[in-house]
């Protein structure tokens, strides 16, 4: 039978996935590997960490049953917006600088003057922010010029992974739409952009749409995966439009929630929509010819997993005792807490936010706390400050009037009932989970599908593979309790926002 191989390079982890053509998972396999910090607000990784991690799991996969020679076609999701500088002979110069990286802030206000704000969304659809890939290059170039006189391309992360598998220098509209350097609107480079900010589009990888076959496996990388030579690989898609397909969200009426490291609400449009506040992305789909807009939070399941890092180490030694993922026993304690915690609101901004408020400045907050509040309390107002601010991006859509008549959850924090009711009640609104929770890496796999022409479009992929698989109702006096909750959580940050500054310059 064909397999197709979905490869996702996270931010924590690499995912290495193979599908046969219904859909079914016949392989799944997560390799971890550590995120460097070395300055408070800066995020970098080794891109050798992503490269040795896709290798183990393709070789993990291949030993765990799957046959190489029946894998058809390979499709690349990964954590976007990241800088990988490569030297003239595709030597990675320096550690990556990662999306949820701070450092910017700067080169952000030097870009949008040097080509006027308003011409940037011309030219973007998106204002310059700093977790994006354009002012990365520009703080190399005045920070760190002797990597700068080196640099010779620069890749995303999973592209990277690409020139890794087939020798290429590619990428595709999804994933190039979030670099401040590309023509949303026109899917292509933007010439003004590149050549406005003094870099020369040499520098840039050919740029495709999203099924296309941009290479084949190279020799080389099929010594080091176990895979035959030759493998047609596509395009694939930035990971949110990734996960887009992989939930099915590529028609009119339907968004994606995502409970993953990052928060993110995404709604598929047949038009590039820009919203006037610049608050939500307008983003090229994995979809040719389509397109999404989509609110992201910086720390979302990010939120979650810092507090088990911080406060959870019990738990995690209980759950290794006994056999269980620590995450239920946290969920267990907060499921515990009523409702709203009895006024403890927390604010998810541990590293800055994006939407609805671009602000590399903000931190994180736990506002009401008392005597009371246990540490089930501080779960759960994680939980519902997370919520709280993905419903900050649906409330956006609904301005636009973007129809939204299907939510559907995923990453991993919609694998927890109590995170999906939260959520539901927040939004007052039902939502569904899938019948599948791969999310990029099945809609990458199912890219390829349609690249080496097993599905004719990906709409016709995403109709036979993805279906609903449990619905979750808002809870009436629960939503109650959160509309009260929701307008306090947003005046916080509106007090606070000038102290997250004055901090800022204090460290």
Request: proline share 5%; glycine share 10%.
């Amino acid at each position: 039978m064909p397999l197709f191989l979905g490869i996702d390079v996270g931010t924590t982890s690499t995912r290495v996935l193979a599908i046969d053509e219904k859909g079914e998972i016949k392989a799944s396999v997560s390799k971890e590997y550590p995120m460097l910090t070395p300055q408070p607000g800066w995020a970098e990784q080794d891109p050798e960490d992503w490269w040795r991690a896709a290798v183990e799991g393709i070789r993990e996969a291949i030993a765990k049953g799957m046959d190489p020679k029946e894998v058809k076609g390979i499709g690349l999701s990964g954590q976007m917006h990241g800088s990988v500088f490569l030297d003239k002979n595709g030597k990675v110069i320096r550690p990556a600088i990662l999306w949820c990286d701070q450092r910017t802030a700067e080169e952000c206000e030097w870009i949008t003057n040097k080509i006027g704000k308003e011409k940037v969304v011309e030219y973007t659809c998106n204002p310059v922010l700093t977790g994006f890939t354009a002012p990365k290059i520009i703080w190399l170039r005045n920070k760190e010029p002797q990597n700068f006189e080196k640099l010779s391309k620069v890749l995303l992360p999973k592209d990277y992974i690409r020139y890794r598998l087939t020798g290429e220098y590619a990428s595709e509209v999804s994933d190039a739409s979030g670099t401040s350097l590309f023509d949303v609107k026109n899917r292509r480079w933007s010439k003004e952009m590149v050549e406005g900010i003094g870099l020369s589009m040499d520098i840039l990888p050919t740029v495709y749409e999203s099924p296309e076959i941009t290479g084949r496996l190279s020799e080389i990388a099929s010594r080091e995966t176990g895979l035959p030579q030759g493998i047609p690989v596509v395009g694939g898609g930035g990971d949110q439009a990734a996960g887009g397909v992989g939930a099915g969200v590529v028609e009119k009426g339907k968004i994606f929630v995502s409970l993953g490291t990052s928060g993110v609400v995404f709604a598929f449009t047949e038009e590039p929509v820009i919203d006037k506040g610049l608050r939500l992305h307008t983003f090229c789909h994995a979809v040719p010819g389509k397109w999404h807009v989509m609110g992201v939070m910086l720390s979302a399941g990010g939120s979650y997993r810092w507090f088990r890092d911080a406060l959870g180490e019990p738990e995690r030694a209980v759950a290794r005792l006994i056999g269980v993922d620590e995450y239920e026993l946290i969920n267990k304690e907060a499921e515990r807490a009523p409702a709203g915690c009895e006024g403890l609101v927390f604010l998810p901004y541990l590293t800055g936010e994006r939407t609805p408020h671009a602000d590399p400045y903000a931190r994180g907050v736990f506002f009401g706390l008392t005597y009371r509040c246990t540490k089930g309390y501080l779960a759960r107002a994680v939980m519902e400050g997370v919520s709280f601010g993905l419903r900050d991006s649906y409330e956006i859509m609904k301005e636009m009037d973007i129809p939204v008549e299907e939510i559907r959850m995923i990453g991993g924090g919609a694998r927890s009932p109590l995170w999906r009711r939260i959520t539901a009640s927040i939004f007052n609104m039902p939502n569904y989970i899938l019948n599948l929770e791969e999310g990029p890496s099945f809609g990458v796999a199912l890219l390829a599908s349609v690249g080496v022409g097993f599905y004719s479009s990906v709409e016709e992929a995403c109709k036979a593979t993805i279906f609903l698989r449990e619905k979750t109702e808002p809870v009436k006096e629960e939503v109650e309790v959160y509309e009260r909750l929701y307008k306090l959580y947003k005046e916080l940050y509106l007090t606070l926002k000038g102290h997250f500054r004055q901090l800022a310059e204090m460290i």
